[in-house]
């Protein structure tokens, strides 16, 4: 089980720091992903992670400005957002899988989403 949390409605050029909690002891063994999804669009990968944490992966719409990182003792994923956008706005969904890759394929587990809105 994946839970989110940490969105909320945030001015642009703001933060948040959303988290992923995992039920389970293998969370350390997953890849991690964090995926998004605005009204009448469809799911867009944002940053991953792999099970070691040595590597990341971002969408070029956030290089620069988000950073995703775990910590395995707390089988937790962070995705840190700074700078934010209007069109940032959206649910942002964590995921595990079995490799860091950009498409939905690789995972299994979703969590429920958390609502992010960035106003301009």
């Known amino acids: 089980q994946l839970v989110e949390s940490g969105g909320g409605l945030v001015q642009a050029g703001g933060s948040l720091r959303l988290s992923c909690v995992a039920s389970?002891?293998?969370?350390?063994?997953?890849?991690m992903g964090w995926f998004r999804q605005a009204p009448r669009k469809e799911r867009e990968f944002v940053a991953s992670?792999?099970?070691?944490?040595?590597?990341?992966y971002y969408a070029d719409s956030v290089k620069g400005r988000f950073t995703i990182s775990r910590d395995d003792a707390k089988n937790t994923v962070f995705l840190q957002m700074n700078s934010l956008k209007p069109e940032d706005t959206s649910v942002y969904y964590c995921?595990?899988?079995?490799?860091?890759?950009?498409?939905?394929?690789?995972?299994?587990?979703w969590g429920q989403g958390t609502q992010v809105t960035v106003s301009s």
């Open positions: 992670i792999n099970y070691n944490g040595r590597s990341t």
């Open positions: 995921a595990a899988g079995s490799v860091p890759r950009s498409d939905s394929a690789p995972y299994p587990y």
């Open positions: 389970g002891r293998t969370f350390s063994t997953f890849a």
